[in-house]
């Protein structure tokens, strides 16, 4: 009988801090011995989501009383500009999984550039590894740290590697248009607080200079080896919760578009949150919602040197939580899609 891990999450009651409480709540292989928050002491979590009174679960106490002797691992589910402070206490002590920004870029002045504050510990920024799990599950095996990638990135990488490792696409010429549900914003967007009727419409925002860009670019750039050029246009809608992406590419090497859907239908059989959809099968937010799925769909192009490909995720699932329990399985060992629906 394995033992079970020890862990603990900081910054339980937020949207995504909740998410990983009901996942790893269900996980076999876990024990949840600390909850944390920043302002919310001595409440029940299932105060913040009633789904979790069937639970045995410890009572809420403050971030900062968490001592990382009482558990073998760590999620911080906190806002970048936060979780770096926790961090530079915990560094070296504990096995770190940090679903914030403040890890997930190797530059600091690129940090520093596209994030408004400072940086408690830059020079540990190299000891994370960036947790794309289908990318870098070898890197990501037996890693004490782990950064969780941001969830408009993992619904844009997780199409676009598989084209650039076999150089497939024009690498300067790649359009991507970007959907949210507005839970990506946090609990600042809650729909409660809502006065503002324009908040719950359908608009972009952002365009080519959301801070997610240089996420995106860091990857295909490590990728690729060369410069890669996009134009990012992300938008939100009045869901609370779902992704898509759809991603518009120049072919290149005489590749064509049976040559693309037999690479992610290869990609898909080796890695069990791809879903390959065909085109006559209908993939919207519910197909992904509170799974840890991300659903590609592969569409001809008027033009047979052009592609179109649609990503499909729940950003609170496999855009965060999901992604970071996917990361614990892997850095353990285990089944990676255990605790995880498909």
């Known amino acids: 009988m394995i033992k079970k891990l020890t862990v603990a999450i900081l910054g339980s009651t937020g949207y995504v801090g909740l998410e990983l409480v009901k996942i790893l709540s269900r996980h076999p292989n876990v024990l949840i011995n600390f909850l944390g928050s920043e302002n919310s002491p001595n409440q029940k979590i299932s105060d913040f989501d009633s789904s979790l009174k069937v639970f045995k679960l410890p009572n809420i106490d403050l971030n900062i009383n968490f001592n990382p002797k009482n558990s073998d691992v760590v999620f911080l589910a906190l806002p970048h500009g936060i979780s770096h402070k926790y961090v530079k206490n915990l560094f070296n002590k504990i096995k770190i999984i940090d679903l914030s920004a403040d890890f997930r870029l190797n530059n600091i002045q690129t940090y520093y550039d596209n994030y408004d504050n400072e940086h408690s510990c830059p020079e540990i920024l190299q000891s994370f590894i960036y947790g794309l799990t289908e990318i870098n599950r070898s890197h990501i095996e037996n890693s004490s740290n782990i950064a969780v990638p941001g969830c408009y990135p993992t619904s844009v990488l997780l199409p676009l590697i598989p084209l650039l490792q076999n150089n497939m696409i024009d690498i300067k010429n790649i359009i991507i248009d970007s ?13 409660r607080n809502i006065k503002n009727k ?29 410069n890669v050029s996009f134009s990012f246009n992300p938008h939100i809608l009045p869901n609370f919760r779902g992704m898509m992406s759809t991603i518009y590419c120049n072919l290149i090497n005489n590749i064509n578009q049976k040559d693309v859907i037999k690479l992610f239908y290869n990609f898909a059989e080796s890695n069990p949150f791809i879903k390959l959809f065909k085109n006559e099968k209908r993939a ?35 855009g965060a939580a999901g992604q970071a329990v996917q990361c614990l399985n892997i850095s353990y060992g285990f089944d990676e899609t255990i605790g995880l629906k498909k």
């Not at 519910?286 to 052009?306: G, L, P, R």
């Open 179 to 191: 959907k949210s549900g507005y839970s990506g914003a946090g609990k600042k967007f809650d729909i």
């Open 198 to 226: 324009f908040d719950l419409n359908f608009y972009n925002y952002n365009t080519n200079i959301h801070r997610h860009i240089c996420e995106i670019k860091q990857e295909m750039n490590n990728i690729s080896k060369s």
């Open 284 to 318: 919207d937010f519910f197909s992904v919602q509170n799974t840890n799925n991300c659903i590609i769909k592969i569409f001809n192009h008027i033009d047979e040197d052009k592609i179109i490909i649609v990503s499909l995720i729940d950003n609170l699932i496999k």
